[in-house]
Structure formats: structure tokens, C-alpha cells
């Protein structure tokens, strides 16, 4: 009888890994949820359950915190998202009879639609570039671009494009600073080391960790000489 659950448990673990945590008591049965409806994920990225996620992508080793709900989102490489992340949750019109979807969208959630025809675009795509750090507890608005490098605080609502590098809080959303000079932004965009596929060249984003200007520094000259070659 042991060696026919060990065999249950061993098969249910590879299709929910998250099974060994509550074998282990360290976790509860409802947390078991991971729906990916239409979602490109890479194989290097880590989902931690529960999540919904609908109509998204994610690059490479980007990880997502547990209780995200994402809909209609691109998510680059190397990013790291805290815990209650949301985005793409639809846009209400306020210029009508009523804020209530069954009335301007042909798909209702109480799944009563008197709309023919979907009156606006009620959802519009997000794009969050590479090597973003979005805190806990934050939403993206409909629409909205965060750039490469971003630091998005805990408690945020993204109501606007946030530019590449500049760390951003609050609600109403207020950029307060930027994490380098204008100059080093741009060498750091046009680097891309995020696009770095080998392992070995990604180790020099931990040997150069503290040393942003000897990094530039490095990588504007290689460019440049491979230019000219």
C-alpha cells in the first residue's frame, strides 16, 4: 500500500510540483492553482501558485510572486514581481448610461451580454520591459508601458508610462527618481545585456554588480570595435 502512494505522489508531483509542499504541511490544498490560458512562458521563469494568467508572455528567468492575476501583458526578461500583482484588468467607460459590461461588451462576467458589438477596446495590451522590480500589492492599468530597468514600489497603481530606469511610487503614481545618469541609461538600453543568452556572459552582470560605469565602459567599447570590424 506504501509503495502504490509513493508511486500517486511521484506522478501528481511532476504535473503539480506544488503537491510536495503540502505533503510537507507547508502549505494549504487551495493554493494548488496555476490556470495559464493562453500564456507563453519561458522554461528559465518561475509562476508561484496561486496565479491566473491570460493572454501574457514571460522572458527569461523572470519570476512571479504567488496571487498575481495577468491578462493581456508582455513581461521581459529578468524581472522580479512581488506577491497580489495585477494588470489587464479591463477599462470601464464612464461617458455612458452605466459603467456595467453587459451593456457595452459582448462578454459580461455575470455572463448576461445585451451588447451586440464590443463598444470600446476594453482591454489594452501592457508591456513591462526586461529587468523590472515591481514591489508587492501593485496594479497596471490598461495600456500602460513600464521600460526596461524600472523600479515600480510596493502599493503602486501604474496609471501611466513609466521611462526605463526611473523608480516610481504611490497612487497616483509619481516617478522620484532615476536609478543613473541619462547617458548611462541609454549605453545600459543599448547594451542589452538582458538579451544575453550564455551563462558565462551573464556572470559579468555579477562581476560588474557595483560597478555600473566600468560595465558601460566595457561593453561601449566592444560594441564599437565590433562595429568597425
Known sequence: MKFIKAIVYYFAEKFYPDLKNLRDGKTCFFTIRKNLNNTRVNNTANILSPSYMNEVSIGNYTYLAHNSFIQFTSIGNFCSIGP???????????????????????????????????????????????????????TVLDGVKIGNGAIIGAGAVVSKDIPPYAIAVGCPIQIIKYRYSAEQISQLNKIKWWEWEAKENLQEIEKFFYNVEDFISKYTIKDNQDTHD
Not at 110 to 119: C, G, Q, R, T, V
Open 84 to 138: 497580489n500583482f495585477r494588470s489587464g484588468l479591463g477599462i470601464h467607460p464612464t461617458n455612458g448610461l452605466s459603467t456595467h459590461p453587459m451593456f457595452y461588451s459582448t462578454y459580461s462576467p455575470n455572463k448576461i451580454a445585451l451588447s451586440k458589438e464590443n463598444k470600446i477596446e476594453e482591454f489594452k495590451p501592457i508591456e513591462i520591459g526586461s529587468d523590472v522590480f515591481i514591489g508587492a500589492n501593485v
